[in-house]
């Protein structure tokens, strides 16, 4: 029980530190659908997905880096910091110099604002892992509700206020994420820790370290490009960026299913990361749990689509509606890999990762364009529901073979069930169908937590 509520505890601040941002996301769609026009609102979410693959790949996720060493230490919470900063800052060289060469070769309308937040952003990644790995949890929080509340107000004033296109929303983002820094620094300081402290040679070493763990890391950033972002890309070409921007605003209901995934991913990795590959079977006891829960939660957000989305998307985005459930799916199984990735890193075979993402994504590569072209944004999502059910399928035989991993399958397969069910309610049925299909899941939703909490007291009974 113990580490059931600690999980919920945890879940809890990472809800209100990082999640806020994708329920701001979602509260401020009316606006978005209301004054930027789908080819637009295309434009934008493209150049923010090939900004995201560029810095990860390039940046090497080394915020995850660090984050795994400050927790194995607390001795080296601060050494942690050193060397991955003599990393980052090798990063960002390079990110300068393609950033030069993209400027002299292409023209690309608002690169400069692009650029500046794709540095600002990662910066804001190190801080707010460094954040989470010095275990001030609240503080990480409460910079998450500043930067939201920030981005928030931001877009007000420059889409209404002052009547600015689309590039407000690559401002705001800046904004909120500086906002963000600063209070970090205010209150953890980052930055003075790194700076007040002994460097010495031994740092090197250290960044040498950090680089061969990172690199995986970020290998996995590119190849998680052709499993989700690609898709993004196909839209627009097969497709036009009106439809990209129908497509955008669909996935952005896939935000709301990340309201818990990121919770619960973030708490998970507070629990993975204290433990090795000789906990196999509390690892195989959290992957059904946690599928199950992801599963239900999916169920449940499914019919309330059906009734939140009208309200909140512009009628220009109406088509967009029964591309949402698929979405949904999308972030769902995202989350689920992503759960599974971190075991790996835990168990510190970060090379597992890449070809488990790698079949991911050579099955969407193989998938997406014919099903974009058959089935238009649906079959792009499709595309890549196929796609991450092939690799987490590999994970689940890698960790079987890695550590004896086993997994109570009945749970997730009855989840998955009620998934289906309430998708066909949500295509079928009118409001009211969906209403009782949403009670009908709650109840569900509910006997799986007294089921699981009822198991885990069983469990620690019979350990005595």
């Not at 796609?387 to 989840?415: K, N």
């Amino acid at each position: 029980m113990g580490t059931l509520w600690r999980f919920l505890r945890n879940s809890g601040i990472f809800v209100l530190g990082t999640v806020l941002s994708k329920l701001i996301a979602f509260i401020m769609l009316p606006l978005y659908t209301a004054v930027v026009p789908p080819a637009d609102f295309g434009y934008y979410d493209l150049s923010i997905t090939y900004l995201t693959v560029i810095c990860e790949g390039l940046f090497l996720n080394i915020w995850v880096v660090i984050l795994r060493q400050m927790y194995k230490s607390r001795k080296e919470e601060v050494r942690a910091l050193q060397a991955g900063s003599l990393v980052f800052l090798g990063s960002t060289a390079a990110y300068i110099l393609l950033l030069v060469a993209t400027t002299l070769l292409l023209d690309i309308r608002y690169i400069g604002l692009i650029a500046l937040l794709g540095i600002v952003q990662n910066i804001e990644y190190v801080y707010k892992h460094a954040c989470r790995g010095m275990r001030r949890n609240w503080d990480y929080a409460i910079s998450g509700v500043i930067a939201s509340l920030v981005m928030m107000a931001m877009n007000v004033l420059l889409l209404v206020g002052l009547s600015w296109d689309f590039r407000a929303l690559y401002v705001s983002t800046i904004v909120a994420f500086l906002c963000e820094i600063a209070y970090i620094e205010l209150r953890a300081g980052v930055l003075r820790k790194m700076l007040t402290s002994d460097w010495g040679w031994a740092v090197v070493p250290s960044a040498r370290s950090m680089l061969v763990l990172a690199v995986p890391v970020g290998l996995n950033a590119l190849v998680y490009w052709t499993i989700n972002s690609m898709n993004r890309a196909v839209v627009g070409a097969v497709l036009d960026l009106s439809q990209n921007g129908l497509f955008a605003i669909a996935m952005r209901f896939g935000s709301v299913m990340m309201l818990v995934i990121m919770a619960m991913t973030y708490a998970w990795q507070d629990l993975a990361f204290e433990r090795s590959r000789a906990h196999s079977e509390f690892f195989g006891r959290a992957t059904a749990v946690y599928g199950t829960a992801l599963f239900l939660g999916l169920a449940l957000l499914v019919p309330a689509m059906k009734i939140v989305f009208p309200l909140v998307t512009d009628p220009q985005y109406s088509q967009a509606m029964t591309v949402v459930p698929f979405a949904l799916a999308v972030s769902t199984l995202s989350g689920y890999s992503n759960f599974m990735v971190n075991i790996f890193y835990a168990i510190e075979k970060n090379r597992e990762t890449l070809w488990a993402i790698g079949i991911a994504g050579a099955v969407n590569m193989v998938c997406v364009v014919p099903m974009v072209q058959l089935g238009g944004l649906v079959g792009a999502c499709l595309s890549t529901v196929v796609g991450y059910s092939s690799g987490i399928a590999y994970m689940l035989y890698r960790l079987r073979r890695e550590i004896g991993m086993r997994v109570d399958y009945r749970g997730p397969s009855a989840a998955i069930g009620v998934v289906l069910t309430s998708m066909l309610v949500f295509q079928l049925g009118g409001t009211y169908a969906n209403v009782l299909m949403g009670v009908v899941v709650l109840a569900a939703c509910g006997y799986a937590l007294v089921r699981m909490t009822r198991n885990e007291r069983d469990g620690r009974r019979t350990s005595l």
